[in-house]
């Protein structure tokens, strides 16, 4: 079929593990699948509810990892859902649902990641309607881009370039996740913003770029397009696909190489929700501080995440530390470290290995 | 039956609940039961062991809470064990225990906490003959003194006063727990010893010196002597008298009062693992300082304690701190403050009961 202007589609990325969140996230339960949305809901959930905000039920696909399919299933019934037979990061699996948006006609499609968090959902179906505006109808690649409100080092970032519309900009440069010093000076310059993960592009647009950059990639994913009838079906073309396939995200395969791209600047809220601190920000305290969660207890502490999951979590005499007892196993680090517990989670797994 | 200064017998207090080791200790689980003894035996099992290294089996009594019988009596096969229907600190249950020996013609009588460790047993034995050879055959109340090494504010005190042999002083002074100035006078002043809570004593002579200071006490602690022929009888008496006596301790009710007090000087090694510090401080470590117990694990902590039963505790970059998991329950504290973990038991008792 041709390509439509109209018939909009989303894909949401719901394949990561997000080992941040150990111990809470596991791998067969991770970050997208914890109650961490708004009123205890997961935040794959909420990303459906953006996604049929834009497009009906079966204009979404969600990929995952196979051993996700029945999880995912089970939290978006009569959604189409695709497993990956492995993961190969954010280029091929865009690259495979451009094929399948691309064999039912699709117009632009809008890539989700499924585990961040955005409240505004009123200026986020704004936004995303003038993505799929200036994408639907021109060969170019839309990413959105957040306000920097901090130096993060752990997001890529973007330059903005040209202006072309209003909080629409060419992009000048994608940048990888800088230092410290070098996300000092993009904060204080004004010029960047952070790279949400979050795209709009037509599936031929973008199959085309891929193909410029990467040809090795894009020749056998443009060919799932043939098998793209059903999940099922589609997952058996994948099988013996995806484990040739080069392990890249989008940003190195193509984004950092396709001339055509722009960049929106977002007027919702968005967090990524990187860490146990990121997500205690957006929680309520006790007056001292602390953000107590399920069965927790914290005597003479302050400024503390305590999370008690299937047990007990108590911290006695403590400050600006997280506790965390989830199911079987406890993390107990300070706040600042929160970003490094992917490290633990490694210990812990080779540790059962031995 | 007429007192022997042959027939010695041994006396284990086991009805303690140790709170101090939240969440490994439970109320149903005490520190007494737990493996902190060397070679993982609990502390229970190394105290019987120490008492029949002085006396055959059938003249130990362990006096328990009545809800630890089953878990004492596995622990302790074919030991009488006695379970007190409320608790009543340690003056009625030792009462109690002088009328169960007096009925069978005991001679003295050792009391034995059952939640300390003592590795040198032979050490012990000697300490122990001796002491038996001196309250076995004289009027005397005998105590344990152990050297004190640091300025500990959680025990009492014994002040020497005349020696009477080698090691063996007459007391001149129980103290309270002193306040840290006076714990460092004490360590400076080289005449105090700590009150190890392990008696040597006739049946007559206590039950003589409780009545001469608590007569409203001797009295129905006397008179359980007539029902003392089995552990179930003796079960029997206990629970219409001991609801209604004074809960308090041996040192306040009689030690403090009494004027034929001695304290022997022990040659052996003591410790009454009062909190997790000090049972680290036994256990072996990793390179960087580390006590790894059990499912633990530690990614750039040095110094730290952490303790993983049925499940895992994972601790990173901490230093000084505690992280214990046990079968649902965390506790996280710095080390400094081991002593205080009561406080987060109590807490979460409280919190339980709302």
Redesign the interface.
Known sequence: MTPSAENHSVLILAGGRGERF??WSRPERPKQLLPLARGGRTLLDATLERALRLVPRERVLILTARDLVEAVRAECPGVAVVGEPVPRNTAPAIGAAAAWFQSRGSGAFMVLPSDHLIDDLDAFVADATRAFEAAGSERVLLTFGIPVSHPETNFGYIQRGAQVGPRLHRVARFTEKPDRARAEQYLAGGEHLWNSGMFVWRPDVFLDALEASRPALAAPLRALAAAAADERGFERALDPVFPGLEAISVDYAVLEHAPNTLVLEAAFDWDDLGSWGAWARRQPRDGHGNVLFGDA?A??CRSCIVV?E?????????ED?V???VD???????LA?TD??R??SE??RE?GAR
Do not use: F, K, Q
């Not at 299937?310 to 403590?318: F, P, S, V």
């Not at 079987?328 to 300070?334: D, N």
């Open positions: 150990w111990p207890v005597v003479d008690g299937g047990g007990t979590a108590a911290a006695l005499g403590l530390m506790v965390v007892h079987g196993s406890t993390l107990a680090c300070r470290d490094r517990v490290r633990v210990a812990v540790r």
